[in-house]
């Protein structure tokens, strides 16, 4: 009974939100990509060895897939390549936000309920993580785990960084909705205080949490592509940031290898956009005060 | 005139339906009736303020500028020749609308600027004198919002809209969240001045014992509709519509240990009124025709008019 | 007492416990790493080090083992670090050994400094009039059309768009040349060199500095500016101007922005805190003289004397830049906390 009108509010939300062309793009373009990303399950094993294909060759329709979008210095398919890297990506950024924003929203929490010095102290805490250069501190980090890192444990030394923001922004929204009159008269009514938490507070906080999680999967393949860049990734595996490391390292930038360099920067660009739409339109739906509306 | 909020294409409030009302020189005239019920967007239409989403159609016709109707003027030529300088307004929560950014003094200073085309110097000592005719220290000016009491700050605000000697002053909800005391004090302030300038005061509020002391004429709302016109003694004396009857009695009097009863029911749901007369649901009285057709107005005496099935002569 | 002075020493309370927070978040990442990499580090070292003389290699494994606290005592390990953190006295450098690695980050930095707080100053501004003017504009077009220009701006990073725009600028109009930006030495004796300095620097800058810009004014100050303005255009004080016909112009200077300048400047703080480490993969990407490019060849080599150093001074940086700007620039803008109630 509980759980069916659960479902019932979140279709109502899903078809509210719907309603936003924001959304609907930004759905539109993370399915595409998802699409894409589950190609990489049918790539052939030997995309990943070097020289199998001849070298900077542009792209040809006519032969088989693998020279679609050209072949790379290293004599490797660009489409494989590409297909295989916007799966890992999209990998580590859902696992750092499946870490990081739920470490997030329970020290949020915490910090919410939390009174006097306790709450002193995470406030501080939090703080310092939100202001505290996040790339440098990742990159000592990357730098001494390099040998160990995998596609699964870079989402957690991602997830250092990443729980600051979303505990931050729980933490004020659990404080401004626990100051609002239903939840005294919920309390002075003798519910308790798990409960009203529970039931009155967390609805609210979800909403946010969700804008929360995309914004870490946003942050987190960023953050990725920047310790790439700096070569600090797997730089066995493929991601879009390892990508863009082979295309800096062969100077395909100044070779004019544009099939090479594109499509790491559009993927990057559609990722950021598609999931950045989604979340402006959960954080419109939620404060209604930012629908505008020119006077 | 009609004044409608459009929320999308599908939803509208229609907050204010088909009221006439007539505003005369050196009158005070009450606005009365529940939260919700239309007066305060009545008020905003009559001031010509119109801000998305509340649209208003009809004709708001100001005799002193020869029969201008402020709904079809622009809203650059009312700042320039009406706001302030013909019409001015008293808003709601008044301890809370000046800017806390900007000093008292500035709060004058911009007007007078404005207004009568000064210099800096000459309007601040124009508003020093101005301050003192009101009662309040000059080194008001000299303070930002923050540093004022709340009763103060409300001076402030109706001494702003007095500045330009204006012919109509509205005020929305003047006094709530004031202590009884300084509810007094600036409601007497209010009617000097107004009594001086020999301007109209269109006073808005659910308070009907503002009503009784200060007006001389009160319109009664129910549901974006002016259910009862009336000169202000008449009225509280003897109460047609059922709705003033109920508001009325709801008033404690002196010597009378009756229980006081109130109204059952909430006003309706302006997005889908009931059919007929708005207040049949809540209606002790209410008829057949009341739940099909909408009452016509009735004028029962001297500048007293109803709006009720009960006084139509069929 | 007055309420600057408390609010000051609010404010300095909360720096010294946010760089001793800081300094600990250091340590113990620091520590938190597995000793056996250190022998990882060493063996890259030696490894690329044919040209290394035996005592320096002592000298870099004396670094290392130091710093990653495998000599000494627990407390001695905690206030040597204490005392590096805070004169980012990190050592010796790798990459120009034996100068010391502080030495090497001072003389990138002012590189780094300069591009951010120039564009950061400008994209701010920018930002602000732009989103507050928008918030106003009768035209929907060119309101839309910036908002959606926004919203597709704000979430990419600077880096991913100066590739794009190298890419553009470097095959589709060929106006900006890409070769690496060397550092002039500077001294300057005659007003030709000035000159020189000048126009090397604007050459330098022109690429990262435009992507920074673009990024940062049109998406994230106009969004934030924008939004805070539709919040405040509701506020009641603005309402009032409305009714008293204060003209629209002054309404949007002294009451709209006016009112978002004090959330406005605290994220400026924020903003202005990264002038150290905001665009460090941009700089890189553009060969731009500054710490992104000293980072690079550092993390190439394993250099920790100058990721350390550039580390500590981004962390100090942050804090002290939150401090001053929290604390002066605050209480010129507030009136609130200029005057007592």
């Given amino acids: 009974m509980y759980i069916n009108t659960r479902i019932r509010v979140f279709i109502d939300v899903l078809k509210s939100l719907s309603r936003y062309g924001r959304f609907r793009v930004g759905i539109a373009i993370i399915a595409i990509l998802i699409a894409l990303s589950l190609i990489s399950l049918a790539s052939p094993p030997r995309y990943k060895q070097w020289y ?51 470490i997030g929203l329970l020290i949020g929490l915490l910090a919410g309920i939390s009174r006097g010095k306790t709450e002193l102290g995470f406030i501080l805490l939090i703080d310092s993580f939100v202001v505290l250069p996040g790339l440098p501190i990742l990159i000592v980090l990357a730098l001494a785990l390099k040998q160990s890192m995998t596609i699964h444990t870079i989402p957690l030394i991602l997830s250092v960084i990443a729980w600051a923001w979303p505990a931050r922004n729980v933490r004020s929204i659990a404080l401004s909705v626990m100051s609002r009159d239903f939840i005294t008269i919920a309390s002075f009514s003798g519910i308790k205080f798990r409960s009203i938490l529970l039931y009155e507070v967390m609805p609210y906080v979800l909403g946010w949490h969700l804008t929360n999680f995309i914004n870490t999967i946003i942050w987190a393949i960023g953050m990725e592509t920047a310790l790439a860049i700096f070569g600090l990734s797997i730089l066995s595996e493929d991601t879009l940031g390892t990508m863009l490391y082979w295309v800096l390292n062969f100077n395909a930038l100044f070779r004019g290898l544009w099939w090479w360099i594109l499509p790491p920067i559009v993927l990057l660009i559609l990722i950021f956009i598609g999931f950045y739409l989604i979340s402006v339109s959960v954080s419109t739906y939620l404060n209604p005060r930012l629908r505008g509306g020119v006077a | 005139m009609f004044g409608e909020y459009v929320i999308s294409p599908q939803v509208s409030i229609k907050a204010v339906n088909n009221v006439s009302i007539e505003l005369k020189k050196n009158e005070v005239i009450g606005i009365a009736g529940e939260s919700g019920c239309g007066k305060s967007t009545l008020i905003k239409i009559l001031y010509g303020f119109l801000q998305p989403p509340l649209t208003a159609s009809g004709k708001v016709l100001l005799n002193t500028k020869g029969g201008l109707d402020l709904l079809s003027v622009s809203e650059d030529y009312k700042r320039e020749n009406i706001w302030w300088k013909i019409m001015s307004y008293i808003p709601q929560n008044s301890m809370n609308v000046l800017n806390p950014f900007m000093k008292i003094g500035d709060h004058f200073v911009e007007l007078l600027r404005k207004h009568l085309k000064i210099e800096k110097d000459e309007a601040y000592r124009v508003a020093e004198e101005y301050v003192m005719s009101m009662g309040m220290r000059k080194d008001v000016l000299k303070a930002f919002p923050h540093q004022l009491s709340g009763g103060m700050r409300q001076r402030v605000v ?47 509020t659910h308070d009907m014992g503002v009503h009784a002391m200060i007006t001389q004429k009160v319109a009664v709302m129910y549901a974006g509709r002016v259910v009862e016109e009336a000169p202000t003694e008449p009225l509280f004396e003897d109460p047609k519509h059922p709705y003033t009857q109920a508001l009325i009695n709801s008033l404690p009097r002196l010597g009378d240990d009756r229980p006081r009863i109130g109204l059952s029911g909430s006003p309706p749901d302006l997005r889908n009124p009931p059919p007929g007369c708005e207040f049949h649901p809540r209606c002790p009285y209410a008829m057949d025709i009341c739940r099909r057709e909408k009452p016509l107005r009735v004028k029962i005496d001297k500048d007293r008019y109803v709006v009720c099935w009960l006084y139509a002569k069929r | 007492m007055h309420p600057f002075v408390k609010h000051f020493i609010n404010r300095t309370i909360v720096l010294v416990v946010t760089l001793f927070i800081a300094f600990n978040i250091s340590y113990f990442l620091l520590r938190a790493i597995p000793t056996s990499a250190v022998d990882t580090m060493l063996n890259a070292i030696a490894q690329m080090g044919q040209r290394l003389d035996p005592e320096e290699f002592m000298r870099m494994r004396q670094t290392l083992l130091e710093l990653f606290g495998l000599t000494g005592s627990p407390l001695d390990q905690y206030l040597s670090y204490l005392r590096r953190f805070f004169t980012l006295d990190f050592g010796a450098s790798f990459i120009v050994f034996p100068r010391p690695a502080r030495e090497v980050v001072l003389r990138y930095l002012p590189w780094t400094v300069g591009l951010l707080l120039f564009t950061t100053v400008i994209s701010w501004s920018l930002g602000n009039i732009l989103g507050v003017t928008v918030s106003f504009a009768k035209n929907r077009y060119i309101s839309r059309f910036l908002e959606n220009l926004a919203i597709v701006l704000y979430p990419i990073p600077y880096y991913v768009f100066s590739l794009a725009l190298i890419y553009i600028f470097a095959f589709l109009i060929p106006i900006f040349t890409l070769s690496p930006a060397t550092m002039p030495a500077i001294r300057i004796s005659t007003l030709h060199d000035l000159l020189n300095v000048v126009i090397h620097l604007m050459k330098a800058a022109s690429l990262p500095a435009i992507s920074i810009i673009v990024i940062s004014a049109f998406g994230w100050w106009f969004i934030s500016s924008r939004n805070l303005s539709l919040v405040a255009m509701t506020e009641d004080y603005v309402i009032y101007a409305r009714l008293r016909g204060i003209d629209v112009g002054r309404i949007r200077r002294d009451y709209v922005l006016r009112g978002i300048m004090v959330p406005q400047v605290t994220a400026l703080a924020l903003a202005l805190g990264a002038i150290f480490s905001g665009a460090l993969v941009t700089e890189y990407i553009f060969a731009y003289p500054g710490l992104g ?29 939150t401090w001053f700007l929290d604390t002066f620039v605050y209480y010129l803008v507030d009136p609130r906390i200029r005057y007592a109630r």
């Fill in chain 1, 52 to 102: 199998v294909y001849p070298k900077d060759r542009p792209p040809q329709l006519t032969s088989s897939i693998d020279m679609i979008l050209g072949t790379t210095t290293n004599g490797r398919s660009v489409f494989w390549i590409m297909v295989n890297a916007l799966a890992n990506s999209l990998c580590i950024g859902l696992l750092t936000a499946l870490i990081g924003s739920h």
């Fill in chain 3, 293 to 321: 490019s000293l980072l690079y060849q550092a993390i190439i080599i394993g250099d920790y004397p100058i990721a350390l150093t550039i580390l500590s001074l981004s962390m100090i940086g942050v804090t002290l830049a």
């Fill in chain 2, 158 to 204: 109706v001494s702003l809209a007095l500045l330009l000697k204006p012919s109509i002053i509205f005020a929305d909800e003047p006094t709530t969240a004031v202590d009884v005391v300084l509810q007094k004090v600036l409601l007497q302030l209010l009617t000097d001045k107004q009594k001086e300038l020999g301007a109209t005061l269109v006073v808005v």
